[in-house]
């Protein structure tokens, strides 16, 4: 059978983890772009019902689905053959079949890093539940960290499922023990919380969104307490360093806000993956090791 070669193929299943992640590449994209919007047209039809104003006339349907992708140039409907992952760029030389102007480079971009990253999950993993889930949390987090990079934005839609997922799947002691778990849910909820209010009471300003808590709250729910200080130190250092680079290059001012998200994210997903060992690393390089 097909899952028994599998199992007993690593690099076949690190291949087929590699292909999938292509094709959840390309529905991250759609995914990345629709959902702020659709969001946005839906608070506007809870505005508009709060103010008691006349409700607009019926839009078009507009959904993860529908309506077909087309080009943003001209309306090109993209046919099935345009719309393969990475191939589909390179055929078309990242030109639009109908009007030939240019296709983003983050299409392809992001369908190359979610390929990436999933034939990692299941090559560290290898063939089981630690591979199915991971994977689903890789995909959500990639979605998050594009759409926070490009609207501050962290959707309940993607951050609160991940975060159940999480205590669901540790139920059965998938990554940790679900008292960890649910440490790690309040622990890291409430550590930016404090971090949050701190900040307010001393400068006035907000220094964070509740979006940033909901995420280290999930990224504790899948990994326990025990990824929350390492997880919490890379993504500040990083933050800071990435962030600073960025106001240069954009010669904007230190007040100008930064999605925290990404580099949570990031940091997170490390963290799952190689926490133990970097924290076994830096303790025995301080001298607490054996």
């Known amino acids: 059978m097909l899952l028994e070669f599998l199992a007993g193929d690593l690099p076949a299943f690190t291949f087929v983890c590699l292909v999938l992640g292509l094709l959840i590449g390309s529905f991250l994209n759609v995914l990345v772009y629709r959902l702020p919007l659709m969001m946005q047209r839906d608070w506007q039809a809870q505005a508009r019902e709060i103010l008691e104003l006349p409700a607009l006339a019926d839009a078009p349907l507009f959904n993860l689905i529908l309506p077909n992708s087309r080009c943003p ?127 307010k009471l001393v ?3 907000e220094g964070m969104g509740y979006g940033d808590f909901k995420l280290l709250a999930m990224l504790g729910a899948w990994g326990g307490w025990q990824v929350l200080p390492l997880t919490i130190l890379l993504s500040s250092l990083v933050g800071a360093v990435l962030g600073l680079i960025m106001l240069r290059l954009r010669n904007a001012e230190t007040s100008t806000p930064i999605p925290f998200g990404p580099y949570l994210a990031i940091a997170g997903w490390i963290a799952l993956f190689w926490g133990d060992q970097i924290s076994g690393s830096y303790l025995q390089f301080a001298g607490f090791g054996a």
């Open 73 to 199: 140039h001209c309306g090109h409907e993209i046919r099935p053959w345009e719309n393969i992952p990475l191939i589909s760029y390179l055929l078309l030389r990242g030109k639009c079949s109908s009007c030939k102007a240019p296709i983003s480079l983050r299409y392809p971009l992001v369908e190359l890093a979610c390929g990436l990253l999933s034939a990692c999950v299941a090559w560290h993993f290898g063939f089981g539940w630690q591979t199915a889930g991971m994977l689903l949390l890789t995909w959500g987090l990639l979605a998050m960290s594009l759409i926070d990079a490009d609207h501050q934005l962290l959707p309940d839609a993607l951050v609160l499922p991940l975060l159940w997922l999480g205590l669901i799947v540790n139920y059965f002691g998938l990554f940790t023990s679900l008292e960890a778990a649910l440490w790690g849910a309040i622990g890291g909820y409430l550590s930016l919380w404090s971090v949050y209010w701190l900040f």
């Open 203 to 205: 400068t006035g300003k």
